[in-house]
C-alpha cells in the first residue's frame, strides 16, 4: 500500500524503501531496488546489489536512519521526496531537523536509481512547488 505524505502518494516500492528504512529491514530494503540499481548518497556512488547492501548495513541499518517524509512530488516519471532524517550519525554542524531530498527514479516496480541529498535551501522552496503544481 502506499504511504501518504501531505504533497502526494509515495509510489509503493518508494514507499516499501521508506518503511524498510524505519524499520530497520535490510532484506526488504533491498527487494526494493533493481539488481544493477545505482545509489549516490553523500556524494557516493554505489552500484549492484552487493555494493548497495554494504551502503544499507553501514550507512542506513548501521546507523539506524529514520525518513519522515514530508511531500512527493512526480516529476517528469521521476519521484522527487523530501523528508527529515534522523539516526545515530553524527549531527555535529547539521541542523535539526535535517531535510533531505530524495530523487527516485522507477522501473518495472524497482528503484533503478536514488540520488540522497542534503536540502540546504531548507523546504520553503520546494514546498512552493507542491503550492505552485497542484
Given at each position: 500500500?502506499?504511504?501518504?505524505?501531505?504533497?502526494?502518494?509515495?509510489?509503493?516500492?518508494?514507499?516499501?524503501?521508506?518503511?524498510?528504512?524505519?524499520?530497520?529491514?535490510?532484506?526488504?530494503?533491498?527487494?526494493?531496488?533493481?539488481?544493477?540499481?545505482?545509489?549516490?548518497?553523500?556524494?557516493?556512488?554505489?552500484?549492484?546489489?552487493?555494493?548497495?547492501?554494504?551502503?544499507?548495513?553501514?550507512?542506513?541499518?548501521?546507523?539506524?536512519?529514520?525518513?519522515?517524509?514530508?511531500?512527493?512530488?512526480?516529476?517528469?516519471?521521476?519521484?522527487?521526496?523530501?523528508?527529515h532524517a534522523?539516526?545515530?550519525?553524527?549531527?555535529?554542524?547539521?541542523?535539526?531537523?535535517?531535510?533531505?531530498?530524495?530523487?527516485?527514479?522507477?522501473?518495472?516496480?524497482?528503484?533503478?536509481?536514488?540520488?540522497?541529498?542534503?536540502?540546504?535551501?531548507?523546504?520553503?522552496?520546494?514546498?512552493?512547488?507542491?503550492?505552485?503544481?497542484?
Amino acid at each position: 500500500m502506499a504511504t501518504h505524505t501531505s504533497g502526494s502518494i509515495l509510489p509503493p516500492i518508494v514507499a516499501q524503501f521508506i518503511e524498510a528504512t524505519n524499520a530497520g529491514d535490510l532484506f526488504r530494503l533491498l527487494e526494493a531496488f533493481a539488481a544493477d540499481s545505482i545509489v549516490n548518497d553523500q556524494l557516493q556512488q554505489w552500484r549492484g546489489l552487493a555494493e548497495l547492501s554494504e551502503w544499507a548495513e553501514r550507512d542506513v541499518i548501521g546507523q539506524q536512519l529514520s525518513l519522515r517524509t514530508t511531500h512527493c512530488l512526480p516529476h517528469y516519471g521521476h519521484f522527487v521526496v523530501a523528508a527529515h532524517a534522523d539516526g545515530n550519525f553524527d549531527k555535529r554542524g547539521l541542523p535539526d531537523p535535517l531535510e533531505v531530498l530524495l530523487y527516485f527514479t522507477l522501473s518495472e516496480d524497482k528503484i533503478v536509481q536514488l540520488i540522497i541529498l542534503r536540502d540546504r535551501s531548507g523546504t520553503s522552496s520546494f514546498d512552493a512547488s507542491f503550492r505552485s503544481s497542484g
